[in-house]
């Protein structure tokens, strides 16, 4: 089967570092979402890519984080600096568009932790 | 601007079952697309079921079914026989063509299914 590839799969990191995940996304979809998911938010859409282009990053604090796709096999997610509030699981995801019957399909996500 | 509803927090169902899990939703655009994603306590998002706006019947994928009334804005999922293993949270999203096709999530049900 093919999968969305996300790596690291967990991250704990000091306040003030610098994180980046990266997502590879399955060959051939052309739409990559970037999920953040806590308890008291739920998923909240961050950056979405269409062809490689960025659509909408209104969800993503914009001072601190940065989501870009340097080709279509690769998608990253930076946040610098972190801080505690960022702690939370970062999805990806990937698909064609909103008329395939087959969704989006997931990452593991990274399990990230800010101290 | 889309919107999701899961108004239901938690529900609990007998093994063997069925169960139907509620998710109404708001959009002013013609073409959209439908998605339920099911979350067990291993944290993945798993794709189950689409239904397009344009789709004349009800989708339906093995155990899972979809009821799309379109004129109500509602789009519940039905789990036919429900397993100890349907346990998991449960996430209602859609994706309109107005709303630059972007994925938008409801905040999901807990669903607990009892031997």
């Known amino acids: 089967d093919a999968r969305v590839t996300q790596t690291p799969r967990d991250k704990v990191t000091e306040m003030g570092q610098e994180v980046t995940m990266r997502c590879q996304p399955i060959l051939g979809h052309n739409t990559v979402f970037w999920y953040r998911q806590t308890m008291m938010q739920g998923l909240e859409l961050l950056a979405y890519f269409r062809n490689r282009a960025p659509l909408d990053d209104s969800g993503m604090p914009k001072d601190r984080f940065s989501a870009e796709m340097p080709d279509a096999t690769l998608a990253t997610l930076k946040i610098q600096p972190s801080e505690p509030r960022d702690s939370a699981v970062y999805f990806c995801?990937?698909?064609?568009?909103?008329?395939?019957?087959?969704?989006?399909?997931f990452g593991s996500g990274t399990r990230l932790t800010v101290v | 601007a889309q919107k999701i509803t899961q108004t239901q927090p938690g529900m609990f169902v007998q093994e063997k079952e069925a169960v139907t899990l509620d998710c109404t939703y708001d959009t002013s655009d013609p073409s959209y697309g439908l998605f339920w994603y099911k979350q067990p306590s291993s944290g993945e998002m798993i794709f189950l079921i689409y239904?397009?706006?344009?789709?004349?019947q009800n989708a339906t994928e093995g155990r899972y079914s979809l009821n799309f009334q379109k004129a109500r804005k509602s789009a519940n999922l039905v789990i036919s026989a429900s397993q100890l293993g349907d346990s998991a949270m449960y996430f209602c999203a859609m994706s309109d063509q107005g709303g630059s096709e972007k994925l938008v999530f409801g905040k999901g049900m807990k669903l607990t299914v009892n031997p």
């Open positions: 239904q397009g706006s344009y789709d004349q």
């Open positions: 995801a990937s698909g064609l568009d909103i008329f395939s019957p087959y969704g989006y399909t």
